[in-house]
């Protein structure tokens, strides 16, 4: 599971209004625990809390990559076939399938094309003639060891401090708050090196474990929903980014959906409020 911790009882109280709130709507669970209760899950945080909200019902990702290899091998059983090429080559092509797009084994064509690239949609969309208010929110993290006889039971979020723990297993990840900055600027790292400092009173974090911090690029619009569906003025056009924080777990259920919407089904879920034209003119 995954928890919230609290510093104060303010914030305490009114994170216990809001679960109850998505628990009464959304039919999600989670438990209150004490300070005490938190002392015996969690031995090794050594911050003075006054409680925590623990979400049962999600699952955790140890390894993103592994996760994403385990997706690759599942789609190549069923036939699928990985091959990488340069997304920014895509062309549409008036005679042939539709589209173009060069690989180093040689041009690949097909009837129909997803644009799946998240923050770098737009190196596809603007050539094609789209603007999309596409921005980004980046975010960091560095992985550590623990202090010998140290654990991290639970995914654990410091609420009041902004800064998340996360056991990987590389190593405890600790993530930062957003950053507001152009998605290609160089990293500036500020966040992870304060969050680090607070993190370290917190729990008893040993080395670093990754050469430089990882950063990341959240694509964002101004509803902050994603955008999927057909493209307005192309024929075999098809979107799908956009989803801020959360292409990890909305990922999945897009790539159904689209899929469903391609080959003439019902679609799991009603993709209209996603739809392309919205942010168009």
């Excluded at 997304?87 to 549409?92: D, F, K, Q, W, Y």
């Excluded at 957003?178 to 080395?207: G, H, I, M, S, W």
Aim: glycine letters at 10%; one cysteine or more.
């Amino acid at each position: 599971g995954w928890m919230k911790v609290f510093r104060t009882e303010a914030a305490r109280d009114a994170a216990y209004k809001d679960a109850e709130k998505l628990s009464s709507t959304f039919g999600v669970n989670h438990q209150k625990l004490s300070s005490s209760e938190l002392k015996v899950m969690e031995p090794s945080i050594r911050a003075d809390l006054t409680g925590g909200l623990r979400w049962t019902d999600p699952w955790s990702i140890r390894d993103p990559h592994s996760l994403n290899k385990a997706y690759l091998a599942y789609f190549q059983s069923l036939g699928g076939r990985l091959v990488s090429g340069d997304a920014a080559t895509l062309e549409h092509i008036l005679e042939g399938p539709g589209w173009r797009v060069a690989t180093p084994e040689g041009p690949l064509e097909a009837k129909e094309v997803v644009v799946a690239l998240g923050p770098w949609a737009d190196t596809v969309t603007k050539k094609l003639g789209y603007r999309f208010p596409l921005a980004v929110k980046r975010g960091y993290h560095m992985h550590y060891g623990m202090a010998e006889g140290a654990q991290l039971n639970n995914w654990v979020l410091d609420a009041e401090k902004g800064y998340f723990l996360a056991p990987m297993l590389r190593g405890i990840r600790l993530t930062t708050g957003a950053e507001f900055a152009n998605r290609d600027a160089p990293k500036t790292p500020v966040q992870l090196t304060r969050a680090e400092r607070v993190a370290r009173e917190f729990f008893p974090l040993a080395e670093r474990r990754d050469e430089e911090p990882w950063m990341g690029a959240r694509p964002c619009t101004p509803d902050m929903m994603p955008i999927i569906g057909k493209a307005p003025r192309h024929e075999g056009l098809w979107f799908a980014f956009g989803h801020a924080h959360h292409g990890m777990t909305l990922g999945p259920v897009t790539g159904r959906a689209l899929a469903e919407k391609m080959t003439g089904e019902k679609t799991v879920i009603d993709i209209k409020p996603f739809r392309p034209d919205r942010f168009l003119a």
